[in-house]
Nanobody, 115 residues
Framework: QVQLVESGGGLVQTGGSLRVSCAAS????????MGWYRQAPGKQRELVAA???????NYADSVKGRFTISRDIAQNTMYLQMNSLKPEDTAVYYC?????????WGQGTQVTVSS
């Protein structure tokens, strides 16, 4: 059973930066894909950024140029660096990992951007 634990959320002002982390209980290099999703109140969960085993990344249009997904394979940790934050980025951010046919989720970390 894979466990994913997010950390690093918090309250930040508009235009500020925040980095959230996702620590995995097993080697992240074994995952087919990893990603960050977010869910705002009353809205559906949406993909923010993803990274494949080979290191290819993709981003939602709303965060391109502001967010950067990365990973530290040695530390079994994935990151999401968020810059130029906007109030509409406020949401619970979830870590996701796909291993073979199984999908795993973290418990989420709250990011709040004040205007």
């Amino acid at each position: 059973q894979v466990q994913l634990v997010e950390s690093g959320g918090g309250l930040v002002q508009t235009g500020g930066s925040l980095r959230v982390s996702c620590a995995a209980s097993s080697s992240i290099f074994s995952f087919n894909n990893m990603g960050w999703y977010r869910q705002a109140p009353g809205k559906q969960r949406e993909l923010v950024a993803a990274i494949t085993r080979g290191g290819t990344t993709n981003y939602a249009d709303s965060v391109k140029g502001r967010f950067t997904i990365s990973r530290d394979i040695a530390q079994n940790t994935m990151y999401l660096q968020m810059n130029s934050l906007k109030p509409e980025d406020t949401a619970v951010y979830y870590c996701n990992a796909v291993l073979a046919l199984a999908t795993y989720w973290g418990q989420g970390t709250q990011v709040t951007v004040s205007s």
